[in-house]
């Protein structure tokens, strides 16, 4: 008997290994596995040749944008100068309304259509003391910038 189960075992153990030899040659005659396509250069490269190109295109039509509004702001703030100008509140106030009725300048907060003529400040405008003022202001810078002159003079 127990040369028996000694031959059962011998067996037993030949069938595993000749189903392990078997699984062996079969991973070796299967055919290798193909490399995925990601791992292509070409691929690759043509992949972040589209990347760089598309945020690019993001990055300046931002810029452009950007830049627009900036340009508009100015435009609003060079027309509200313009408006309030005049040294009489009414004129600025109806000056302003054009301007927000006209779409030229914006008012979300409907600031300007609710503004009254006692909420206006008072502004004494004179054109030629403000002309004087910077006339003298760059009359110093000038004259600052200058050397000092000897009055002294020599031979």
Known sequence: MNQKVIKEHEEKLLE????????????????PAKPHFWTNPA????????CTASF????????LNASRQLERDKMESSLILKAID????????????????????SDHDKKIDELKLED???????PAATKLTLGAAQDSASEQAK???NPVARN
Do not use: H, M, Y
């Not at 295109?57 to 931002?62: A, F, G, Q, V």
């Not at 206006?120 to 004179?126: A, D, L, Q, S």
């Open 86 to 105: 005049s040294s009489d509140a009414e004129q600025r106030i109806s000056a302003l309304k054009f301007l927000v009725k006209a779409g030229l300048i």
């Open 16 to 31: 595993l290994r000749v189903q392990s030899l078997e699984a062996e040659l079969g991973r070796q005659k299967a055919p």
């Open 147 to 149: 050397p000092p002159q």
């Open 120 to 126: 206006v400040p008072r502004i004494k405008n004179t």
């Open 43 to 50: 691929i690759l490269a043509i992949l972040g040749a589209v």
């Open 56 to 63: 690019g295109l993001i990055t300046n039509k931002e810029q």
